[in-house]
């Protein structure tokens, strides 16, 4: 009785012409040994070194790497040298509407100032902040910022326009409080 060997994982060669199955795209970039591997994926979320056992898809996918929940697709990304290639993947995060909302959120988070301790303790899906994404963000918020985002690109705003009129009052009184702390440790 003959069994049949085990196929062995194919290299990153054998798969050049399966690569756009697998993968949404193929970056290739010159290595060059002055710089880190670190500094070649700074624009990328997340990256690992290619994995001939892993099986990787390009097809969208939604992950956590950063700590706020987005749409990523995989890239290969090849780093060519004169003596060798190395081989990663890279998750490149996929824009949408919402993200070009995000600096006009009127949650409490997003409108409390640098000044405000709770600024840094409340987290984007307690405050249903645009920045959550979609599913966590408040539709209300969401129309409060499409509305802003509309009137700054008609007309130049103030500092305070980016804040729903309710927000306004908050933002105003720590303004005051925070004169009033200069005032009073001024003298």
């Known amino acids: 009785m003959d069994i049949p060997k085990t196929p062995k994982p194919k290299t990153i060669d054998d798969i050049q012409e399966q690569a756009r199955d697998r993968f949404a795209g193929i970056i290739i970039c010159d290595k060059n040994n002055d710089i880190s591997i670190d500094n070649y994926f700074l624009e990328y979320d997340h990256y690992?070194?290619?994995?001939?056992n892993k099986s990787y898809s390009k097809r969208t996918y939604q992950s956590a790497y950063?700590?706020?929940?987005r749409e990523y697709q995989n890239y290969l990304y090849v780093l060519e040298s004169d003596y060798d290639k190395e081989y990663y993947v890279v998750a490149k995060k996929l824009y949408n509407d919402l993200?070009?909302?995000?600096k006009y959120c009127p949650c409490l988070k997003c409108s409390a100032s640098y000044l405000n301790p709770l600024k840094y303790i409340w987290c984007p899906y307690c405050t249903n902040c645009i920045k959550a994404g979609?599913?966590?963000?408040?539709?209300?918020?969401?129309?409060?910022?499409?509305?802003?985002?509309?009137k700054s690109l008609k007309y130049p705003s103030n500092k305070l326009e980016k804040y729903v009129k309710s927000h306004n009052v908050l933002k105003m009184s720590e303004i005051i409080i925070f004169i009033m702390f200069?005032?009073?440790?001024?003298r």
């Not at 690992?48 to 001939?52: A, F, G, I, R, S």
């Not at 950063?66 to 929940?69: M, T």
């Not at 993200?99 to 995000?102: D, K, P, V, W």
């Open 48 to 52: 690992e070194k290619y994995d001939e």
């Open 66 to 69: 950063k700590g706020i929940l």
């Open 99 to 102: 993200e070009s909302l995000e």
């Open 134 to 150: 979609k599913g966590f963000s408040k539709d209300e918020y969401i129309k409060q910022a499409q509305e802003l985002k509309d």
């Open 182 to 186: 200069l005032v009073l440790f001024s």
